[in-house]
């Protein structure tokens, strides 16, 4: 986006650069990362930055303004009641589109947000790649609001781990089948938090345990990576483990599963700012679909709580719409022009910017940390599409100072 470096990093990049990083980041891992990794990272100016974090900052003040919980109650599902819920998350992911502005300017508009971790660890790793691999340009970092990488691992591990003293695990569902396996390897490396599947775990008088190489240890905090979209895809033991949690007590949560649900595509119709595209819960469309009035070839319809885009429709009609028979479990938003912000040369890419919201305790207020960038050609942004294609997939960017 800012021009003479673009060029600069374009006029210095060979395939052996870009073979070399990809060797740095495959390095600390048994196998190769199971999603494609963008040639190039994606390089911000401070006006867009500025742009960005004026976004992220009001979503974060709608999170924790005092009626945030009554707002989102009816998202938790039906039957849900697991205990031990803070006010707010310890972390919040929040996806931007580098959108197409006017008279040829960019903006910021929001896709989506998560109540929910994202690639902490690995993002870090990919920042250390990128700066061994290429001659990157001064003046420019990934991590905001003045963190570096020393700083950004130790607020990590802090908000991870909580209290020291506490024994804090890692959980997923099937940790070595995840396409994001290896930000969970790194996590335990680094943080030194054990992974444990959650069909590993199991109930004693209302505490929770897992065993290591025939040691029972007691779960007293857990860093939760379990998506509840490909929990319910799942069989019925697993299902079953997860509902241990309504019977668990004194389990302290990063974050708690509630948070996947409160802040997530549902709150997106609540919220109201530039940079944040109008949007309707389906079921209030269905049910009022001449006041609304809404041109349905200019909106996209989603799943409330899918990840990684799966089930959107991107081309809604009213036909494919009154076919839906859960219409209070999709939002309608109105559709983000994504500028061909980046050349390259094999075209034009696009990219969406993940910003990495950290609880700061002192501060009593989210902080953006660090970012997750992705890069792509087609339609679909995530790491999972288009990928035979070049200078596309998994990035960072790296904001101007």
């Known amino acids: 986006m800012i021009q003479t470096i673009r060029a600069a990093f374009n006029a210095q990049f060979t395939q052996d ?27 911000i100016d401070r006006h867009f930055k500025s742009q960005l974090l004026d976004a992220g900052d009001y979503i974060c003040q709608f999170i924790t303004n005092p009626n945030f919980f009554a707002k989102t109650m009816h998202s938790i599902p039906k039957g849900m009641d697991i205990p031990n819920e803070k006010a707010f998350p310890e972390c919040i992911v929040i996806d931007f589109a580098i959108a197409e502005g006017s008279a040829g300017t960019y903006q910021p508009q929001l896709i989506e947000l998560q109540g929910f971790p994202s690639l902490f660890a690995f993002e870090a790793l990919q920042a250390q790649a990128l700066e ?15 963190y570096n990488e020393k700083s950004y691992l130790e607020f990590f591990s802090k908000m991870v781990h909580g209290d020291q003293a506490k024994h804090t695990i890692l959980l997923e ?48 905090r857990i860093y939760n990576r379990v998506v509840y979209d490909e929990l319910m895809q799942q069989g019925s033991n697993l299902m079953q483990q997860f509902q241990l949690f309504e019977q ?18 549902y709150i997106l119709p609540l919220l109201t700012h530039p940079a944040i595209p109008e949007a309707h819960i389906l079921s209030d469309w269905k049910n009022n679909q001449t006041a ?12 409330l709580f899918s990840f990684g885009g799966h089930g959107v429709m991107l081309d809604s009609t ?27 040369p094999s075209g034009p890419s696009k990219a969406e910017i993940r910003l990495f919201y950290f609880w700061d305790n002192t501060l009593n207020q989210y902080v953006a940390t ?10 679909m942004i995530g790491v999972s599409y288009n990928d035979t294609a070049t200078w596309i997939g998994g990035s960072i960017s790296y904001f101007e100072q």
């Open 132 to 146: 061994l691999a290429y001659d990157m340009p001064m003046g420019f970092t990934p991590f905001l609001n003045g």
């Open 370 to 379: 660090n970012n997750l960038t992705r890069i792509s050609k087609g339609p």
């Open 292 to 303: 609304l009035g809404l041109d349905l070839s200019a909106y996209i319809c989603k799943p």
């Open 248 to 265: 668990a007590e004194n389990i302290e949560w990063v974050n708690h599963p509630h948070h996947f649900f409160r802040i997530s595509k």
């Open 17 to 43: 650069k870009y073979q070399q990083y990809l060797s740095i980041l495959n390095e600390p891992f048994k196998d190769s990362i199971p999603f494609r990794i963008a040639e190039t990272p994606v390089f």
């Open 173 to 220: 569902i099937k940790p070595d089948e995840q396409k994001t396996r290896l930000d969970l390897f790194l996590t335990e490396a680094w943080l030194n938090v054990p992974i444990v599947c959650l069909s590993e775990i199991y109930l004693r008088a209302k505490s929770l345990f897992y065993q290591k190489n025939g040691v029972e240890f007691k779960i007293e």
């Open 318 to 344: 009213s036909t494919s719409l009154n076919l839906i028979n859960d219409p209070e479990n999709w939002v309608l938003q109105k559709k983000v022009h994504y500028a061909a912000a980046i050349d390259t």
